[in-house]
């Protein structure tokens, strides 16, 4: 059966999900706020307006003395709006390309990234992962210094202060993670072809998932309080599963006790993996806080 948003288009159904997102999260919306985001004459944001609150069983009303719309009383969404997405508009704007709104909305702090990758050396590495192609690098490591190899590229990874790509490294025959600020200069290899063996289906630990269990760390005298920040479920274990290429980051992260015995100490310290086990054979393990492998 259809419903009214059914027969609206595209574009305009973006419209009325900002009409919506603005009056239930900043608390009013008007005219003005639709014409200057999408640059529409003022007679379509009137119709949009009317439409939204049509569809939406009149979930706005005219405030006359701001000449705005303001949510009612018993507002009910009908467009869904993911969490993530909602505090990252929020605390930084919306809008692609050259002329999207890119201030906060309300006031906000989030913190800075270590460092950005140059677009240029950046946008060949994300061209080669999209068209399956290989690309040439020149790469600074703590271990070796500067070098220049090829890599067949396939996904991105942040561990939460920096990017990296994963990639099959032809100078080493291994797949690795490189961040991606270490990147002096990259070439895509227009007509270069991935060979067998260096695609993800064969990144052992990028197609491996572990299940790890997180709970409020022994040391906690108030672990309803961690399930709170954590969204744990009634039994307090949150259980998540990650990529074993990742899981290491993941857990550095999260400052997460990875220890047998939970011993690690510290106010940033809040959960305790319980089943540690599950790291066995995970590369990225020695990333984990705590953990000791009996390898």
């Known amino acids: 059966m259809q419903t009214p948003l059914d027969r609206v288009s595209h574009t305009q159904k973006e419209r009325l999900a900002y009409i919506e997102f603005r009056a239930y999260f900043l608390g009013e919306i008007s005219r003005a706020d639709i014409i200057k985001r999408f640059g529409i004459a003022t007679a379509a944001a009137t119709r949009d307006l009317a439409m939204y609150r049509s569809i939406s069983d009149g979930n706005v009303e005219l405030d006359p003395r701001s000449k705005c719309y ?37 006031p906000s702090e989030i913190p800075r990234p270590l460092h950005y990758p140059d677009v240029s050396v950046f946008a060949p590495i994300t061209q080669a992962i999209y068209r399956k192609k290989v690309v040439r690098i020149a790469y600074h490591s703590f271990s070796s210094g500067r070098s220049e190899r090829d890599i067949v590229p396939f996904a991105l990874a942040n561990n939460g202060l920096r990017w990296h790509v994963r990639a099959f490294d032809r100078k080493r025959s291994q797949f690795i993670d490189f961040v991606l600020t270490r990147v002096e200069a990259s070439e895509l290899l227009s007509g270069s072809q991935v ?14 998932i572990v299940e790890l269990e997180l709970v409020p760390h022994p040391k906690e ?5 961690v399930a709170m920040d954590y969204g744990m479920p009634g039994d307090r274990v949150l259980k998540t599963r990650v990529r074993a ?5 993941f857990l550095r992260q999260w400052s997460v006790d990875c220890s047998a015995d939970h011993s690690l100490e510290g106010p940033e310290i809040r959960l305790w993996l319980r089943n540690p086990l599950a790291l066995y054979g ?5 990333l984990a806080p705590g953990y000791q492998s009996d390898r």
């Open 70 to 106: 303001v949510p009612v009383r018993d507002f009910r969404l009908i467009f869904e709006h993911p969490v993530d997405r909602v505090l990252s508009a929020l605390s930084q704007g919306f809008g692609e390309g050259i002329s999207g709104q890119t201030r906060p909305l309300i």
């Open 221 to 225: 005298k108030h672990h309803e309080i």
């Open 195 to 208: 060979e067998e063996g260096e695609d993800a289906s064969c990144d052992i630990q990028w197609s491996r």
């Open 245 to 249: 290429a990742l899981a290491g980051y």
């Open 282 to 286: 995970v590369d990225s393990a020695s």
